[in-house]
Nanobody, 122 residues
Framework: QVQLVESGGGLVQAGGSLRLSCAAS????????MGWFRQAPGKERELLAR????????YYADSVKGRFTITRDNAKNAVYLQMNSLKPEDTEVYYC???????????????WGQGNQVTVAS
């Protein structure tokens, strides 16, 4: 099993940028598909972006396409989410997650980071 620790959240003005990082340990990182999710209070976790084992294939939700970029560095056991042109509606808790196969569904990801608050001020 892999353990995930996130960093990089915080407060930013609308139109600004943040970069989230997720460091993995305790497992074979390159065996995992990595995803970034977010969750608002009372709502389901939403898949924002996903990257394949070697980083060759990515997926983005329509809500973040063109603004967010997911990358991974298997040598550093890390995955990143670069978030540009942030909007107030992007204010949520963001999570990285790991799965052995690709999925849109949060229930298919057994390993999760602790969550990181991102707040975008208008």
């Amino acid at each position: 099993q892999v353990q995930l620790v996130e960093s990089g959240g915080g407060l930013v003005q609308a139109g600004g940028s943040l970069r989230l990082s997720c460091a993995a340990s305790g497992g074979t990182f390159s065996s995992y598909v990595m995803g970034w999710f977010r969750q608002a209070p009372g709502k389901e976790r939403e898949l924002l972006a996903r990257v394949s084992w070697r980083g060759l294939t990515t997926y983005y939700a329509d809500s973040v396409k063109g603004r967010f970029t997911i990358t991974r560095d298997n040598a550093k056991n890390a995955v990143y989410l670069q978030m540009n042109s942030l909007k107030p509606e992007d204010t949520e808790v963001y999570y990285c997650a790991a799965a052995l196969s690709s999925s849109h569904y949060s229930t298919k990801y057994p390993e999760w980071g602790q969550g990181n608050q991102v707040t975008v001020a208008s």
